[in-house]
């Protein structure tokens, strides 16, 4: 068997293949696994995240795979307060429940959280296009949705910061299914999804972390697989002949029974298949749109914002960092804070020098937490978007039109080749528990085509 991609989708498909006693190849074009995860070393053995990173309540594949592994968690830090900076005020507010008092906050949070749920319960989470509202919905952008729901400009600002952080795009370019899609993916088998699960720190999203970083994941299972994974072997065409599969990659070809494509769509859609893929399958892969996000890290000899009493998160109408988490590890030691730029706004900033960007961040992360934050000891970005073989981050967002009339081919295999990634995941799309969960859908599809 052969699968493209040892992100975590690959590799969790990868693993399953190999348990069932199927031999297995890997091919990954980065000259690392672990996709859109990444350990960035500081010092001393400690690490932090400059990709996916958070796990929360319902990511069920993803947290048993972590205990399979060894792995464990720990919470988001999340004592003390919030800061809020809208209308030109900086305000602070307790980090739990995570709701400010500003009454363009509540408009903004609370409006979204009782609409979208109430619009994503008639959302088939397998099958959002089978919504009895799909074609309206995926006609209308958010947008427009926020512009007839939303008064006042606080709250339309920072339903902007919200759709910046989650999808790494703005409302304009995002449409009304795609998010009640992805709001009723944020559950599982027994639990409705809900928009305040994605926005949440406690009994959300952003809930916990992993010790030693989300990376160790894919760096565990590509341990395990040992040299069935292949590094640095960009797949460049996929054959299906005479009942096999021939994948060639970069110095390497690879023939297989079936094979596995674990890959971001929009690189999915640059490899050349033969035969083509269906002209609407390869038009949905084209129409999903890499999201635009930046992560910007300062490290510091301590969290000193703690200190103040504040959590070191901050949601903010003054960019480019609108919204940041503390990121330090579980020692307590070096204090690390990350701002998300994103949306249009990440491509503005991305045209700045180094020095610019560092001095408007530290600049941001000064007005939220104190003078002391313009002083870090190291800092580093992330930018996804430059990254040839991911093209952008957290998750691809659908074009006008695409999700209602091409959403069906998302998870259908073509021949022998099946699809796996977390934008084709039914729970948790675009997130590590979505890639998880693909894999093992994909795998079991795999074996399930082999008995045939």
């Known amino acids: 068997m052969a699968v493209v991609g040892a992100g975590f989708a690959g590799l969790t498909a990868a693993r399953r293949l190999a348990a069932a006693g199927r031999e297995v190849c890997v091919l990954e074009a980065r000259d690392r696994v672990g996709g859109r995860t990444l350990n960035h070393r500081i010092q001393n053995g400690v690490i932090a995240e400059v990709g996916g990173q958070y796990v929360g309540p319902t990511q069920d594949r993803v947290l048993a795979l972590a205990k399979a592994l060894g792995v464990k968690t720990f919470p988001t830090y999340n004592d003390g307060d919030n800061v ?31 609409a979208f749920n109430a619009m994503a319960a008639d959302v088939p989470a397998d099958a959002p296009w089978k919504a009895p509202k799909a074609a309206e919905w995926d006609k209308t952008s958010l947008e427009q949705w926020k512009i007839q729901n939303l008064q006042s400009a606080g709250a339309r600002a920072l339903f902007d910061l919200a759709c910046e952080a989650l999808f790494g795009a703005d409302p304009h370019e995002l449409t009304l299914l795609n998010v009640l899609a992805f709001t009723a993916t944020a559950g599982n088998e027994k639990t409705k999804g809900d928009f305040a699960k994605l926005v ?27 040299s069935q994974v292949v590094l640095k072997a960009p797949v460049r065409r996929i054959e299906q002949a005479g009942g096999r599969v021939i994948v060639s990659a970069d110095g390497l070809v690879v023939e297989a029974r079936e094979v596995i494509v674990a890959v971001p769509p929009a690189l999915a859609a640059r490899i050349h298949f033969a035969p083509a893929l269906p002209k609407a399958h390869l038009k949905l892969l084209k129409g999903i749109v890499p999201g635009r996000l930046i992560k910007w890290e300062a490290v510091y000899d301590r969290p000193f914002w703690r200190d103040a009493g504040l959590s070191g998160q901050a949601v903010s109408e003054m960019g480019p960092a609108n919204t940041t988490f503390d990121n330090t590890p579980p020692s307590g030691s070096p204090g690390i804070l990350f701002g998300f730029v994103g949306g249009d706004q990440a491509r503005q900033f991305a045209r700045l020098s180094r020095s610019a960007r560092r001095d408007a961040v530290l600049g941001n992360f000064a007005t939220y937490f104190g003078d002391e934050a313009r002083s ?17 981050c957290p998750v691809g967002h659908t074009r006008t039109n695409l999700l209602y009339r091409y959403g069906h081919l998302l998870r259908k295999r073509v021949g022998r080749i099946h699809w796996a990634g977390t934008e084709v995941a039914t729970y948790w799309s675009g997130y590590m528990d979505g890639a998880v969960r693909s894999g093992e859908v994909a795998a079991r599809e795999v074996l399930r085509a082999l008995r045939r």
């Open 376 to 392: 870090p000891k190291a800092s580093f970005e992330m930018d996804w978007t430059q990254e040839e073989w991911t093209r952008g």
């Open 84 to 114: 809020l900076y809208l209308n030109g005020q900086l305000s602070r507010y307790p980090a739990t429940p995570g709701l400010s008092p500003d009454p363009d906050f509540q408009e903004a949070i609370l409006t979204s959280i009782g």
């Open 200 to 226: 949440a720190t406690p009994g959300g999203a952003q809930e916990s972390r992993f010790v030693g970083g989300s990376q160790r994941i894919p760096q565990l299972l590509a341990r395990q697989l040992g």
